[in-house]
């Protein structure tokens, strides 16, 4: 025992599981496997699609990507990574769950945190949006919103995101994405000092700690629709000594008043939902906001243009076998435009450059990713 908690004390939050010797080496093996499927596998099935694309177009085909992808099936090489980049996803999960389900116990003891600094508001009436309940996102059993009265879903989410992102979004704290919110934030408005800031989405509240760092006399708000997320989240919070408001509500359409925060911000949230959702996300994101008031919303850096006809079989290919309900309509939509329909001004789109911390970081945002973990796509607007 106590050598677990001397393992504890050396992450970077109590909350996180921590693995055996075996554990870990069963999750390292599935990262790396990840990686081989991701670094190896898939840029040799885009060799092949780039030798078969000239014939497509050649054809004059009225579904290219369908023909791409009914040519590519042809190959072993291409069914071998479709079936192994859906199944390193599934072991990455498995893995994660018996790390998890051993230190339950422990982990539901450290939950319950003594004088609290934030707040945890539950519904037990709430009902999730169907495009959340109706697949597991992100192939992680239960999904987004399970609840079985724990915070076990939120300690799977944690630790497996650690081992999803490879490492390369903040390690173990994997919150390089809220930082890089509020990098944007100060990049755009660098003297604004917000009296309250709401991130829609929360989940674990990877990305909502980052505001209570980079604004510590701000009142900091996250909803999420998980009860497990969220109870877990509350806790991760309280151990980093962060004290935030956490509550089960829609991103859609919250309780909050009429322009009742200064920040409204969310984080890779709307390729989980659906194109409707998304756009009242928007909405309710204006809504929020007290005039002057500035909202960001931050997503995967691999925006594309329709046209690239792998690039549009890949998002597709995301979609069904990594369960991303948006991830096509995410990638190809005109922020722009869906943020001058929501009714906000001084809008931007473009690519933050990567932060570690939201106040010291450098500001740079421009037309041009740096790529994938390096810069993150952003759309803001003022009320």
Known sequence: MSGI?????????????????????EQLFVRDLKLFVGQTLEPAQQKIAAQIAPAIAASGSNSPVDDLRLRMQSFESFTTWLSLKRESQRQLWAAVEDCVERQADQLEAL???????????????????DYITRGDIHLMPGGNAHDDGSVLQGAVMDRGGAVYMLGRNGGMLNDLRGHTAMAHLL???????????LDMGCGIGTSTVPAAACFPEAEVHGIDVGASMLRYAHARAEHLGAAIHFSQ?????????????????????????????????????????RPGGIAIHLEVPLLHTLGDIWQELSSELEAQFNN?????????????????????????????????NGRSALRKFGDTSDGVFRSWFVTSGRA
């Open 5 to 25: 908690a001397e393992s504890r004390a050396a992450l970077a939050h109590p909350m996180i599981a921590v693995p055996t010797h075996d554990e870990l080496v």
């Open 111 to 129: 939950a319950a945190v003594d004088a609290p600094k934030g707040t945890l508001t539950l519904d037990p009436d709430f009902v999730a949006p």
């Open 187 to 197: 990049t755009v408005a660098p003297d604004i000092n917000p009296g309250r800031i």
């Open 249 to 289: 509500q829609s991103a859609e359409r919250t309780t909050f008043p009429d322009a009742s925060f200064d920040v409204v911000y969310s984080c890779v949230v709307l390729h989980e939902t659906s194109p409707e959702a998304a756009i009242n996300i928007l909405a309710e994101s204006r809504r929020l906001l």
């Open 324 to 356: 991303e309900p948006n991830w096509r309509g995410a990638l190809t939509a005109d922020y722009g435009q869906l943020m001058r329909a929501a009714g906000f001004t001084e809008i931007r789109t473009g690519y933050q450059a990567t932060a570690f």
